[in-house]
């Protein structure tokens, strides 16, 4: 039985992923997380085009985008491409979890290593998850009250 909070909407991790390629088909996107906004489920995240900053909002039902906004501040410069996809990363997490629903999930890249931030809710409790981007293995959970 796979139970994951994407799944409870009609737009997955990997579609608010696609829906950003075909706008920015150069970039990476680097975090995705789901909240609510004016009484809508949304995905908000960020991607990076060619070194630049952008944030993204996303209609978690309907694939709508309500926001795809470039941030200049910002810069990163990922060179990879990875096995594992936030989808999977969502799987992995949920695998490693009680009855537990994503937060959020971040891609991250340490001493060139990528890896996958997923915040798991659960009860009471809340996971932090790390998962390599590589291979799927989780490095480490982290749980608090």
């Known amino acids: 039985m796979l139970s994951t909070l994407s799944f409870s ?3 997955n991790y990997d579609d608010v992923v696609d829906i950003v390629l075909r706008n920015y088909p150069q970039s990476r996107v680097t975090k995705i997380e789901i909240s609510n906004y004016k009484g809508k489920a949304i995905y908000e995240g960020e991607t990076f085009n060619k070194g630049q900053k952008i944030e993204f909002i996303i209609d ?12 200049y501040d910002d810069e990163y410069n990922p060179s990879y491409n990875l096995p594992v996809t936030f989808e999977q990363a969502n799987r992995i997490a949920l695998d490693n979890s009680f009855n537990g629903r994503v937060k959020s999930i971040e891609l991250k890249n340490t001493d060139k290593k990528a890896y996958y931030v997923v915040e798991v809710r659960e009860n009471k409790a809340e996971k932090v998850i ?16």
């Open 9 to 11: 909407y009609q737009v």
């Open 60 to 71: 978690a039902n309907t694939g709508e985008v309500y926001k795809m906004d470039p941030n």
């Open 130 to 145: 790390n998962i390599d981007a590589n291979s799927g293995k989780v490095l480490n959970i982290k749980e608090s009250m």
